[in-house]
């Protein structure tokens, strides 16, 4: 009864240290973002990806076999790669938290039946089965949660790099200077990935604007394919690409001010309830004493 009592409250540990890492943004990963800078394979690396892990080889069994790319199984692969996490670890931690809710409840039914208790079996199975899949749709949540924050900040920046380059062609640089030089001004993750973006397609001899338009469509952000594709469009006339920029750079920020007065309005709204709360409460307090005694007196 003391090793599974130490048993169920090991599991229940792993649990919360597994939900609490969910919910924790995790950093990239090293190898992802070398994967990144380097568009071919090292030869060097060869053997370490022959030489992968079990859990690496799960990881990808999952994927290849249990990730669709829709319904509750599908994977936010564009998530993913803005978070510089792989599709394989995804898997794993899925995997995890869904045999830990399977788990806990057979273990605590397990403990109530050494307990002298007769719990019947069909209970913790569907609570097991509940649980899994609740704590398996965890990282789902964290992933999209971080996503969406990261995806804000990148237009944030991106505007900002969008007005460096304009400055830059009014300066007169050319302009694959132009969109370069900006991203390399700062130390900031958006700008390291223009950056890594435009290194790419310099050293493939390919159009700075495709390398724009593959990163926003790794990362599903729209405004980088739709400005690749203008650009695109306007050629390397400098008169019409400047007009493409600064009618870009206005549009991101009108989106940007609407985007912030919406969340503005919704969270306001949202604090009407806990201040009618509030204020239904300090009216009970102020009038209960009255009440009671005019009800005492009568």
């Avoid at 030869?43 to 022959?50: L, Q």
């Avoid at 007065?261 to 949202?270: D, I, K, P």
Wanted: glycine residues 8%; positive net charge; hydrophobic residues 50%.
């Amino acid at each position: 009864m003391t090793a599974l009592a130490a048993l169920a409250g090991c599991l229940g540990a792993l649990g919360i240290v597994l939900i609490v890492r969910e919910l924790r943004p995790a950093p990239p990963r090293l190898d992802a973002a070398l994967a990144r800078i380097q568009p071919t394979p090292l030869p060097s690396a060869m053997p370490v990806a022959e030489a992968a892990s079990g859990s690496d080889r799960l990881g990808r069994w999952l994927a290849e076999h249990l990730a669709r790319p829709v319904g509750m199984l599908a994977v936010p692969r564009a998530d993913l790669a803005l978070l510089g996490r792989t599709v394989e670890r995804f898997m794993l931690d899925k995997l995890a938290l869904f045999l830990t809710g399977l788990a806990t409840p057979a273990l605590f039914a397990a403990l109530v039946t050494l307990t002298g208790g007769s719990p019947s079996w069909a209970l913790p199975v569907l609570v097991g089965l509940g649980l899994a899949v609740v704590l398996a749709m965890v990282p789902d949540y964290n992933v999209r949660s971080t996503a969406r924050a990261r995806r804000r900040d990148f237009r944030y920046a991106f505007t900002s790099y969008l007005q460096l380059v304009v400055l830059e062609r009014e300066a007169g640089a050319a302009l694959n200077a132009a969109l370069e030089e900006p991203a390399k001004i700062t130390d900031g993750w958006p700008f390291q990935r223009v950056h890594q973006a435009l290194s790419r397609a310099r050293h493939a001899q390919q159009q700075p604007w495709r390398a724009l338009a593959d990163l926003g469509e790794e990362i599903n952000v729209p405004d980088l394919v739709d400005l690749a594709h203008t650009a695109q469009i306007a050629g390397g006339e400098g008169a019409k690409m400047h007009d493409v920029l600064v009618a870009k750079i206005g549009s991101m920020r009108h989106e940007a001010s609407a985007a912030a007065r919406s969340e503005a309005n919704s969270r306001t709204t949202a604090m009407w309830v806990p201040t009618s709360l509030l204020m239904l409460g300090f009216v009970i307090l102020i009038g209960f004493p009255f009440f009671s005694k005019l009800l005492g007196a009568g």
